[in-house]
């Protein structure tokens, strides 16, 4: 039987009584959103705290608020919404793939964006989006708030830079330039309930529809302990004309920028030559869309 | 086609509102008073010595009521086939495998048995281990087993007709290769238990089991209690495909815990634990010749196959044999050699799973005989078509194919999907691809020797008249042996379906080997079928004094008595019906004489009327050893055509479309025969794409959680077109056989010919997993 440990729980009404409470538990407390990662990990006894958060009475943590030239989401955002909301799937159409390819309809449900990102697996679904979009993230405690990116929040499996008393707020993604457009797509076993043997996120932005590719970023993931740049791919991809030709010299370098390795679910091989496949596919269809864009 | 009232129609299950509404109570859900929680201690390594066990630590912590080891439980053999009983309740002179059981505890809650059991102390001295069979029988292994020195716990050597000679007749002969690996049977309840030992020394074990009688008679001989003061009830069971079909430690050791505290104990497996216990799929090794003439007439096929038992025997020596005898049909092969080897390894012990021992011969002889129809340039349905048996044959080893729709099957499936207009014409990564299967429709013989019934029925008529009680002891495991029982039941009495009401999975209502090799509609619904008839015989009788009127004129039907030869004055009957229920708001008042009416005035003259109902099944052929296994009274066939799109730079397989005919000789319940079909139908697309139990170094399972251990989710199973045949098998009731595990067996075939068909290559190793494939498409790129 895996029985889930004692703990206290605790619902605060707004942000500030959270952070209180989560300072005053001095690194005992555990914020619990969906609980999909939490409480399995709980079982398996990999961690113990004495006390959860939920931070699911918030008000605010739970919604898309669309600003200027950007929008803000909600960490406690269930999955499955960013995969019901129009602006979403109209405006960030690969964070959109991403979701709709988390886990199942029921894990959807539960799970929320902010679980996914300070879970920090290295085969999560939305970071490798997020990040070719350039997202930026809040972190809150009792003391004040900062703003970072998205790519520099992870250092390894499970390892992020948040500190025990913060609370990750939202997530904030600027609206995309003119010509541009992403695509992810990720490789499983089944058509639900998978975690990624490889998925690749690419995003490309064109100066002009026919034009030339002036910023490019390729996320690969699952191939190393968190997501990286295909560094190589994107470097030949910038200030070049997109053909087929170039995309396919990409996904090649893509597939040199990754150091993969052999476990359950493939071996580091596949695992490459899998790479310079999707970085080709998502790349093609990034540059569709690009050429569509505005 | 006859009249029926009741079966052959689509009637709901009659557990459909206690399933759907979450009433239905499984045994992790029991509970009783003043209930004590156990849990086992397991081996941490693959191959050991036990030197010694301290338990001294767990008994000192508050809340543990008992631990038991086998100085407590003793070391009585017990096992699946007495031939072969090489299991004991708890460990003593060595671990076979990781997870091996050592100890129980039992105390006041989960938790604290938990952290009881996690202070056993065991000494070990390691021994080699073996995770592969070839590893296991190299000169100078160290034995698993002190009686199998070669670590082969059992073979089979059998010849039908001449082979040799047989291949020398032959056009064209050739040679394949082909391994599975290990299946879980992925049932989602994993196994649990709750025993309770009274105080009058009677044991009530409520267990996930498929066969109460064959765990009564364990937990009896294993903790020496008389058979009659042991009483197994299975509740509500959530699958089992196999592996629930014999005892397990839990059973043994919560029966002990209770017998020795007096409180009942529960025990519930996690999922590791089920991976550990196993009792699944083995891992087959086959190495296939056969011999064609020119014209593509099967002429001889030599089998030899090496098992992965695991560290005991389980049903291992049956399926030893499955793994040769299966492939006698359903086509005309009148020469074939078999040589089989059951392996012991230091891992979980392997078992029966739906589809026992025939799956993976199956999926490697398919695949050959595709290749083999390929090379003579034949379609491979018209090969087939060329060479399945009929009807009133009987293969040759002696298999009598009593009523037999492959043909039927064949032909059926072929004009539903369209494979003229496909078969090697669809555009590069889309393909199509046949397969046939065959199976028992019930063991012949009881898994001990023995001359006892298979099942026994009981039906009691409440003494108001209104309701028929059905008692059996056949296992509903979800598969729906309760609704087609009580199908059985009413329509053979002449009752409607609502009016009986079942009650089964007891071991006090009577003996029923249990729910596996697909036997319970067939054999407990011989024995329904015989007490209905005689419940109906009885209340006629009485009618036929009453009124006067020979039995033969009279039937009933729908709930009323038919006088056959017109109208009869009943009005006695129903006057003092009437007068017995005085202010009662339903009165008959029918032109009709109700069964009601009628079984009420045969209570009144007989006292309680009650029938019962035995079957076994005659003698059946084959006087070889090894004929007990797959003799049966009846056979199953099928065939499967399966498109699918292959992703040619990926490798990934998606299954597209599934055309299914299964030849279920007569279908009582049209919906539970389709779904059978397309259960069947996704463990076969699961083991061909996805399933593996792999292990460790260490002799570990890798991946023992639903996570990395994939069965496949409701998106990856394709529509499914079923066909259901119906040849009346003179041997069934109604003409009814199984469709359990027979559906099962042209899957994996079928995929893997589909496979070829879109990328023109051949897999011999399952699971076809995109990488395996993408590897294989690679290489045949190369050698171009
Ligand atoms: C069956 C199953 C399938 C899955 N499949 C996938 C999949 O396909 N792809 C995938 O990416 N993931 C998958 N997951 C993992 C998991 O569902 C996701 O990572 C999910 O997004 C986690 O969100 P959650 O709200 O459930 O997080 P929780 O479990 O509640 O929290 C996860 C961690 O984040 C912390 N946390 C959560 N919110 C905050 C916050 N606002 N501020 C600070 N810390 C916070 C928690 O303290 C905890 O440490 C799967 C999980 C399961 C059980």
Redesign the interface.
Known sequence: MLLLPRFDYEEPKDLSEACKILAGLKGNGKIIAGGTDLLVNMKKGLVSPSCLVSIGRIPGLSEIEPQNSSIFIGSNLIVAKLTEFALIRKRYPMLYEAASVLGSPLIRNRATIGGNIVTARPAADLPPPLIAMGAKIKLKNKRGEREIELEKFFKGPGETIIKQDEILTGIILDEPPMFSGGSYIKLGHRKALEIAIVAVASFITLDKPDGIIVDAKVILSSVAPKAIHAVSAEKTLIGEKPTNKLIEKAANLASGDCTPIDDIRGSAEYRCAMVEVLTKRTLTAALKQAKKSR | MKDFSVINKRLPRVDAWSKVTGEARYAADLSMPNMLYA?LFQSPLAHAKILNIDTSAAKKIVGVKDIVTYKEAGTIRYGVSPARYDETMFCYDKVRYVGDEIAAVAAID??TA?EAASLIKVDYEELPFYLNVFDAIKEGAVPIHDDYPNNIGAEVHQEFGNVEDAFKECDYIRTDRFVNKKQDGGFLEPQACLAYYDMNGNLTLYTSTQTPHYVQRTVSMVLNIPIGKVRVVKPYVGGGFGPKASANTIELAASLLSMRTGRPVKM?M?REQVFMHSRGRHQFYHELTTGVKKDGTIHALKNTCYLDGGAYSSFGIATVYYAGSLLGAPYRLPNMKYDGYRVYTNKPACGAQRGHGGVAARAAWEQQLDIIAGELGIDPIEFRLKNVREKGEVTCNDFNLSSFGMKECLEAIRDRSDWKNKKGKLPKGKGIGVACGFFVSGAGYPIYRSETFHSTAMIKLSEDGGTVELYTAAAEIGQGSDTVLTMMAAEALGVRYEDVKIYSGDTDFGVDLGAYSSRQTLMSGHAVKQAAEDVKRQVLEVLSKRLNIPVEDMDIKDGYIVFKKGPVDFSGIRSYYIKEHRGWAEQPSDDRLTFKEAARIAYIERGTIVSTGAYKPGELGGKYKGATVGTSPAYGCSAQIVEVTVDM??G?VTVDKMTDAHDCGFAINRTNVEGQMQGSLSMGLGEA??EEV?FDEKGRV??PT???Y?I?????MPNVNTIIIESDEPNGPFGAKEVGEGAIMPTIPAILNAIYDAVGVRIDELPV???RL??AIKEKERKK
């Open positions: 849990v989960f938790e938990m519930v996690n730079e990926t990934k794409l996805f792999k890798a991946n639903f996570g990395e994939r496949p989710t409701a998106l990856d997993t995109s990488e993408y590897n």
